[in-house]
Each structure stands twice: as C-alpha cells, then as structure tokens.
C-alpha cells in the first residue's frame, strides 16, 4: 500500500461547508472550504460529527474522477460508468477503460480501475484515526456510539471494495501509523486471504449495525449510514463470500445459506420495498423512495456529471458516453417471457417491439421516443448516426444510455442545472435478488425463491410474466442471474456478478457487439449485427486488479502482487 496514503500524519480536516445544516442532498457533497487543527476538532463535537460525515467521501486520485464533487464509494455518476468496463457498454470516447476491455490491465496501466487501493486505504486510515480519539470528546454516550458504528460502516465499506477488486488485502485493524513508524517490521505489508478479511468486515458490519439507527430522523442526515444499509453491505459481501470466486470454485450450501439469512435479515426491517411508479422513475425519485436503502444525494449546489449531454445522442449535441452493446440489447426478454431471437423473423423484423419495458427506460435505440422527436440511428441520414451532426461523438455501438437519464434536464447547456440523480448504493431489488441466489443455492427453488424474482418482474411498470414453475436448481440459477443482468444493469453489479461466478472468461471474451442500421429506398431497415470494440479479451488473471505498481515500490516491495501480473 503506498505509504502516504496510510501513515499520513493529521494535518487538518476538511471541513462540510455550512457543516450540519441545510438539505439533505447537499450535505455530503460541499467541497471543502476550511481546515482547522487537530485540537479543534477533538475539542468540537460539531467539528468532530462534521469529520465523520465527510469520511463517505473520497479523494481523486485520477482524471475525471469526482467531477464536481470528490468521489463516494465506487465509480458512480463519472464519464465512464463502471458498466463499461464489461459487456453491458463501452465509453465512447475511451477515457482509460479500452485496455481494461482489450485485456492490456497492468500493474503499470490500470486504466480508470487504479484508484481503490490508495483511496480505500487512506479513507480506512481516516477511520481509524477518529475511532482512536473519539473518546476524547466531550460529547453524550448516544452520539459517540452513532459515529462509532458509521466509521465501522465506513471503514467495512472501504474493505469491500477493496476484497471484491484484489481478493486477499491488507488489514490494518485499528491501527493508526505516524510517521516514524517502523514500516520494514515483519508483517506490516502482509496479505490476510479473503476469507479471514471476510470474516472481519462482517464482524465489524455486525458492530455498526447494532449502534446505527433503524431510520435517519431530519433530512439533513439522509446519506448517513442506517442499520439498513450495514446489513445490506452485509448480505452483498456474503453473497460473495458462497461464490464460486471466493470459495476457488467448491459449492458450500452453509456459505449459501448464510448469505440468504443476511438478505433476509434486511427484508426482515420491513423498512423497504419495490418502488411502485415506474422502473425509470425509481432512479429519478429521491423523495418518499422506499426502494432506497443507501444512497449518494445530489442536489442543484452540489452536482455530480451532467449525465444528458455526457451520455445523449450525438443529434441532440450530446458526447455518446456510455454506449450500450447489442450483448446487453439481445438479452432483455420479449414481452411474453420468451427469448429474444434473431433468426426467429418477426424478431428479427422488429426487433424493439414487445420487448422486456425495462428495456425502453434503459436503453435508446433506433425509433425511441426521445425528447422532441424520435432517435436516429440509421444510415443514410439519420440525425444521431455517424451522417447527423456531431458525428464524432456517434455512438460506436449504435445506441445511447437513457436509464438514469432525466429529460427534464437539458442537454445544451446543462452545467448550472444538470447532475441532480442520485446514485444509489443499495436498493431492495438487489436485496431480494440476492437472497433468491442464496436461498436457491442452498436449498433449491422454494417458493421464497420464485417470490422475490416474480415481484421484481411483476412490478408496477415491469410486469413481465412469473417464472415458469418446475425450474430445476441449475435453470432457476441460470433465470436468477439472468434477472440481475437486467435488473441493475448500470448499477456496478456486472463486473463483478461474472467474476463472482467465475463466468467471465466466457462473457468476456466474446465480441462488444453493436448494430448497423441500414434504411433501404423504400423505408425497410436492414440490421446487421457489428463489433463496436475491437480486440475484447479477458485472462484468468483479470479477476482480480492489480495492484498498481507505484504501491508496491512504496512498500520497498514487501507487499505481494496478485497472481499473474509481472
């Protein structure tokens, strides 16, 4: 780990601008504008609380990282979504994700994916630094216990991303390094495996959860941790723990079940259900959205990319940005149930027609309804095809993104206005997907299985029809991971979903596929399928990152590299 990410000395806080006060959305998102002392903040309690706060937040550590704002916990709302590092999108525009897509990732070339190391190590650091002081403050034992358990939610947030993207980690404890510290000390740089760092972070999940209150009371403490959220971290990271990447490939029925009780757990609050008013919506609906367990808030003083002109059609003047493959397209189901299937022709005709509606609120494609008129994506002539304007911003895959996209924010000139979603960390479709895979790994298909799936799909704006009954274990397997693929496409769940699985040198090793449309003098259009993305490939040892190359210098090369990067 690099050195000065972990052992900095505590030179100052940065403080919340206007500190605990105004709305929700913009209380975790003020850039810093003062920094006091040490003595300052342990002689505060406000100062202190306000300290706490800002650990949810991160520094940037590359370009186009935390535009706007400093970055959260995972990728989020930036350029390149994090989707496009898999076989749901590519970044048009490549900004560091095309060697990751291409099979180039080095300890030396991390592209966009070699910032977890430094920052989750620097926030873990931060963490600890506020758990080791805190009992110097002249505060009530109920606060102290609150922001005990959310710097225990934090610090296991940090060691998540950092097991699920390296495997085997360094744990610091509690550990709060000075300089002048001995670091060549044997052990210092040592690896834990991930089943013991497991096993930390959710004895750690367990102690925040016990000391997090069921529900934040005030607006201006929404984005704060709640025993929700320690416990759906807590399902998430199980879930991991039973799969076929954790466990080198054996299939453990306690692990599974185990990671089904967690997910139940949370569905035991009864704090959270399936948003009701439109699957599109759900992801524009801050206010009274009870699928929301935890959530990064935006709001109009404190933005985060403008998604409509970073993502929009290049007729529209938008930049392409994440462009949806025609993987993705191909497996969104028709209308009835049934497979989508080129050479079926009344598919392949139409092949937009009758398809899954979550379809229409993710993906723009050629005749989508968008804005003023409808998408052209077409040749010759159509307006967001290389032949319209701002042809260099043309989607190479021949679609646009729309989910998360709010059409009530402009597309021109949007930086004043735009950036405003929210990006959701954890929310009850992924709860119940989660303890469905579990519970049908464990014990097979019972009927708790078929209900969570069947009231994703039945929704209100979904309704897609109920799965089949009979399913075997291996077929309800296959239609649970099928669900997740649809269901949170976008969301950072598919990179790590395939190699969870161990699918990946599968999915990705197959060709970024897009479309070419083509009109014909009498107005039929032709499609034929194309390779958006030259060059895809994925090896064995893509499973893991690589730690960048800089941390291993900095520990005068005592900490291991992962297996198969040089």
């Known amino acids: 780990m690099k050195r000065q990410n972990i052992i900095k000395p505590f030179m100052g806080i940065a403080l919340i601008g206007s500190l605990l006060v105004g709305c929700k959305e913009d209380f975790l998102e003020i850039v810093p504008t003062d920094r006091v002392s040490d003595a300052s903040i342990l002689s505060d309690s406000t100062l202190f609380e306000a300290y706490v706060i800002n650990r949810y937040l991160g520094i940037r550590l590359t370009n186009k990282e935390g535009d706007g704002n400093l970055p959260g916990f995972g990728r989020g709302f930036e350029y390149a979504l994090w989707s496009s590092l898999t076989d749901e999108s590519i970044y048009n525009n490549d900004d560091n994700t095309w060697l990751i897509q291409q099979g180039q990732l080095s300890p030396e070339n991390t592209g966009i994916a070699g910032t977890f190391w430094g920052r989750s190590y620097r926030s873990i650091r931060e963490c600890n630094y506020a758990l080791a002081h805190i009992n110097e403050l002249t505060m009530s034992q109920t606060g102290k216990d609150r922001l005990i358990a959310e710097l225990k939610f934090i610090r296991a947030f940090r060691y998540h991303d950092l097991i699920r993207n390296y495997g085997d980690v360094v744990l610091i404890g509690d550990e709060v390094s000075e300089l002048g510290d001995d670091f060549t000390a044997p052990g210092f740089f040592e690896k834990t495996d991930k089943e013991a760092a497991i096993a930390y972070v959710i004895e750690e999940l367990d102690q925040a959860a016990a000391g997090l209150p069921l529900t934040n009371d005030g607006s201006w403490q929404e984005g704060r941790a709640t025993r929700g959220a320690a416990l759906s971290l807590k399902a998430r990271l199980l879930l991991y723990a039973a799969s076929p990447l954790f466990t080198d490939g054996e299939n453990d029925s306690q692990l599974w079940q185990r990671a089904a009780d967690a997910a139940q757990a949370v569905m035991n609050l009864q704090q959270y259900s399936l948003y009701q008013g439109g699957y599109g919506e759900l ?177 209100a704006g979904v309704e897609m029809p109920p799965l089949p009954p009979g399913l075997t274990q291996d077929e309800m397997r296959e239609r649970i991971r099928h669900e997740r693929r649809i269901e949170l496409a976008f969301e950072e769940h598919r990179y790590y979903d395939v190699r969870r699985w161990m699918i990946a040198n599968d999915v990705e090793n197959n060709p970024a596929y897009g479309i070419t449309i083509t009109k014909a003098e009498d107005g039929h259009l032709v499609y034929e399928r194309k390779v958006a993305l030259e060059g895809k490939q994925f090896e064995d040892q893509h499973y893991w990152l690589p730690i960048p190359r800089a941390e291993i210098l900095a520990s005068d090369n005592q900490l291991a590299q992962n297996p198969g990067y040089n």
Do not use: C
């Not at 003047?317 to 050479?343: A, I, K, R, T």
């Not at 077409?378 to 729309?402: C, I, V």
């Not at 930086?415 to 954890?426: H, K, L, M, P, S």
């Open 283 to 459: 992801f524009l609906t801050p206010q009274t959205n009870v699928e929301i367990i935890f959530a990064r808030y935006y709001n109009i003083n404190s933005r985060h990319t403008a998604l409509e002109i970073a993502n929009g059609p290049n007729g529209y003047d938008g930049w392409g940005g994440n462009v949806p493959l025609q993987n993705l397209v191909d497996d969104y189901e028709m209308m009835d149930g049934s497979s989508f299937d080129w050479e079926n022709e009344s598919h392949a005709s139409e092949p937009y027609e009758n398809r899954d509606p979550r379809f229409y609120e993710t993906i723009l494609y050629n005749g989508a309804p968008y804005r003023d008129r409808e998408v052209e994506t077409f040749l010759p002539g159509g307006r967001d095809s290389q032949g319209g304007p701002s042809n260099w911003n043309t989607s190479k895959s021949g679609y646009y993104l729309r989910k998360f996209i709010n059409e009530e924010l402009p597309i021109r000139n949007p930086w004043e206005v735009a950036g405003t979603q929210n990006w959701i960390y954890f929310r009850y479709a992924e709860i119940l997907l989660n303890y469905a895979e579990a519970q049908n790994e464990a014990v097979g298909p019972d009927g708790s299985v078929y209900e969570a799936i069947d009231a994703i799909r039945g929704r």
